[in-house]
């Protein structure tokens, strides 16, 4: 489960007679592996920066807050162009989308290296998150409508694959490529291997048969139905949740590789680098959290990832580094049961236009990278890491605070159905 698990197909009614993709055929495994080269190259391109971070405040001479604007300005950006670009997918082809986004992207990621100054560097990731959001707001749409419903979990599950292999080696790859070049290495070279990726997406990829440009744009419609899903009590708790555990993982993440390249540790890029490699179990965690939801019901597993998140930012408070590695461990473990079971929550409780819902999900989620991620930097400034655990245990907390509220909503609703 990673950042684009919620997005689904636009709720329109598909084709009278559909022409599906079969499990085992050769335009089966194309798009398969197309749709994990998108995976992959989008999100290594978001979240290539993080381990960068001190090094930008380094060499561009900013504050760790300011160096954050890297990756919280693509994130935001993010946000605010998978909100449109979900609105307005239905109105061009799927696939020319897609590739104009990923080489798009891929092409700003080799100006970013190049960029003489910290504020060319940061419009630049701002534009890359522009350009991003329309593969996440429209790949699984696009393995919808043209994949097998009897079979399309095993290609969505190699595109959820390319998501979290991606976003995890970007941040490992950026840190091994940089001890070896530079942090201007390291980007060019993920930006040539994605424009790469997005070029063999373009030749692979088999036209859409079972999508249709749709002319025309209704506003007022995507507005009210915005406004219901937020007017909505149990899904403006599921959004702010999105909200709050987003913050709390990309603030400290962004923040530890500060702390383990400052005395004691001392560590190098590569070194510290490895940290993100915890994302594996992460990953690991998100796909069991579905059958223990299923099994303990959703608020029971949902407590325990906020359970979790909280007891591995505790043990980050340790000097030992092999606590704080466990902490990191911990925490990670937590993010992720905890936005696998709410993301799959929002598709339970959205009554009808389930996209919609999905898209301010992920609006939320972003802006709580964007957000605390910048303003974390505050407190590690002026507090260290006991200030920013401090904040993240704050968030965590309120968490618990949401779940519970949450919990009620939900147990109201089922006896109003008996």
């Known amino acids: 489960m990673t950042d684009t698990v919620l997005l689904e197909a636009p709720d329109t009614d598909p084709p009278r007679q559909p022409q599906w993709t079969a499990y085992g055929t050769r335009a089966y495994r194309r798009i398969s592996l197309t749709l994990f080269l998108a995976g992959f190259a989008t ?9 960068l971070l001190p090094e930008f405040a380094r060499d561009f001479r900013v504050a760790p807050g300011v160096a954050s604007l ?3 300005l693509t994130t935001g950006l993010l946000a605010l162009a998978i909100f449109v670009a979900g609105a307005f997918s239905q109105m061009v082809p799927r696939r020319g989308l897609m590739f104009a986004s990923m080489a798009g992207a891929a092409v700003l ?3 970013a290296a190049l960029t003489p100054s910290f504020a060319l560097l940061l419009a630049t990731r701002a534009l890359e998150g ?6 996440p707001a429209v790949a699984m749409a696009y393995l919808a409508e043209e994949i097998d419903p009897a079979h ?5 599950g190699l595109y959820v694959a390319g998501t979290a292999f991606g976003g995890m080696m970007g941040r490992v790859g ?11 290495g390291a980007m060019g070279l993920l930006g040539a291997l994605d424009l790469a990726a997005a070029v063999g997406f373009a030749l692979l990829l088999p036209a859409s048969r079972n999508f249709a440009v749709v002319r025309g744009f209704d506003l007022g419609f995507h507005l009210r139905t915005w406004r219901a ?4 009590p149990r899904l403006l708790r599921l959004f702010t949740l999105a909200f709050l555990l987003m913050s709390v993982f990309v603030a400290l993440f962004n923040y530890a590789g500060f702390r383990l390249a400052a005395a004691p540790y001392h560590l190098g890029q590569t070194a510290s680098s490895m940290i993100f490699l915890t994302y594996a179990l992460g990953m690991v965690a998100s796909s069991s959290a579905g059958r223990l939801a299923d099994r303990h019901g959703r608020a029971r597993t949902l407590g325990v ?3 979790l998140l909280l007891a591995g930012i505790a043990l980050t408070l340790s000097a030992s580094l092999v606590w704080i590695v466990a902490g990191i461990t911990l925490l990670t473990i937590g993010f992720f049961i905890g936005h696998s079971v709410a993301s799959g929550w929002v598709g339970r409780v959205a009554q009808g236009a389930k996209g919609h819902a999905a898209s301010l999900y992920l609006l939320f989620y972003y802006v709580g990278s964007s957000v605390t991620g910048t303003l974390g930097g505050w407190f590690w400034e002026h507090g260290g890491w006991h200030a920013l655990a401090a904040l993240t245990a704050v968030l965590t907390l309120a968490g618990f605070w949401v779940l519970a509220t949450l919990a009620t909503l939900a147990t109201l609703a089922r006896l109003s159905r008996a």
């Open 152 to 156: 399309l979990g095993r290609a969505m």
């Open 229 to 232: 899903h937020l007017r909505d």
């Open 174 to 184: 950026m840190g091994l490529a940089t001890d070896l070049t530079s942090w201007r």
């Open 130 to 135: 522009l350009v991003l959001g329309g593969v």
């Open 70 to 72: 890297a990756l919280s």
């Open 305 to 307: 990832g906020l359970a």
């Open 109 to 111: 990621n080799l100006v």
């Open 43 to 51: 999100f290594s391109l978001i979240y290539c920066v993080q381990p």
